[in-house]
């Protein structure tokens, strides 16, 4: 069973993302938060499997929600998914630096909302070619003069190739075949450059692949 968190001003939207999800067999609400406080400590109090964070929220934000909450070493399995509006692009980098593990829009489709809770219950990252490569491929061009990590050199040229297409939005599988490799001896590699970046996930490693110029805007396969 998954459980989830939602946290949101607008009682409707959590109404909806509540009704939705409930209908699954697979997934559970366990709460809802209307300010960025309750928030933090819903989430504490819960440690929810994935949770949706609305960005714009009485007092404190959706974003400072999210430092706090990653920050708890409690909340290590919360797994954050922002929900944003393409309006909001300014705020991208931002929260995948605080933490957030992923992005949906509040119009999504309703089974692409399913598909991202259990995509973000396993611990990747959404990273969807629609909506989060978007989203970051625009936020790099305000973030290209960021010195790129200096354990980036710490990285084989293999690593340095997971890490490119795991930044272009791939899943393992999808880069296992594309550079002709097992999907295990993927999920090892993403591991170590994850581990050697010391990034929290598979979100932040986009943003640093963007900031030191191994990927930008507008490339694709």
């Known amino acids: 069973m998954i459980d ?10 959590r109404g909806g993302f ?14 809802e938060a209307a300010t960025g406080d309750d928030a933090v400590a819903l989430a504490l109090q819960h440690l929810p ?32 998914v922002v929900v944003t509006t393409f309006e909001l692009d300014e705020y991208v980098a931002e929260a995948i630096r605080a933490g957030a593990s992923g992005f949906l829009v509040k119009d999504t489709e309703p089974a692409d909302l399913v598909r991202a809770v259990r995509v973000a219950a ?38 340095r190739e997971v890490l490119v297409e795991v930044a272009r939005g791939l899943s393992n599988d ?6 002709y490799l097992s999907e295990s001896t993927v999920k090892t590699h993403v591991s170590r450059v994850l581990t050697k970046l010391d990034a929290r996930d598979r979100a932040q490693l986009v943003v640093v692949a963007y900031e030191a110029g191994l990927v930008r805007p507008g490339w694709a396969r």
């Open 122 to 159: 396993r611990g990747d990252a959404l990273l969807s070619p629609t909506v989060t490569r978007r989203l970051l491929a625009r936020v790099a061009l305000a973030t290209r003069d960021v010195a790129a990590p200096a354990a980036l050199a710490d990285l084989t040229p293999r690593e």
């Open 49 to 80: 499997d994935v949770m949706l964070m609305d960005v714009r929220m009485p007092g404190t934000d959706g974003l400072e929600a999210t430092r706090r909450i990653v920050a708890d070493p409690r909340a290590a399995g919360v797994h954050i």
């Open 174 to 179: 999808e880069i296992a075949r594309a550079l």
């Open 18 to 31: 509540r009704a939705l999800l409930d209908a699954e067999d697979d997934v559970r609400v366990v709460g």
């Open 4 to 13: 989830v968190l939602l946290a949101d001003d607008q009682a409707l939207v």
